[in-house]
């Protein structure tokens, strides 16, 4: 079992940066990789990010591409989302999520989930 717990979100303006931070616990946390996922009001839940489990590589959806950044400190068990020149229809809530496989969390899955924190983008 994995517990997540996120937390950073909060109110922002257009074009200021935000950074998500994912503290894990329980099973070894460098076993899996991690991603971040955001859900808008009556929209589906979206894949944001993952990062492999060393590292390494890092995917990313198309509309945060050159904004956002997702990165890890194995050692201290938390993955963070640095979000930049944030635009309103970022405003969703974020949660992380993780994988034995970066694969899985690409195509919106993963085995464990956080609760979410929320993100709003004002204009």
């Known amino acids: 079992q994995v517990r997540l717990v996120e937390s950073g979100g909060g109110l922002v303006q257009a074009g200021g940066s935000l950074r998500l931070s994912c503290a894990a616990s329980?099973?070894?946390?460098?076993?899996?990789?991690m991603g971040w996922f955001r859900q808008a009001p009556g929209k589906e839940r979206e894949f944001v990010a993952a990062i492999t489990r060393g590292g390494d590589k890092t995917v990313f959806v198309d509309s945060v591409k050159g904004r956002f950044s997702i990165s890890r400190d194995n050692a201290k068990n938390t993955v963070y989302l640095q979000m930049n020149s944030l635009k309103p229809e970022d405003t969703a809530v974020y949660y992380c999520?993780?994988?034995?496989?970066?694969?899985?969390?690409?195509?919106?899955?993963?085995?464990?989930w956080g609760q979410g924190t929320q993100v709003t983008v004002s204009l």
């Open positions: 999520a993780a994988d034995e496989l970066t694969s899985i969390l690409v195509l919106g899955r993963g085995d464990y």
């Open positions: 329980g099973r070894t946390f460098s076993g899996y990789a």
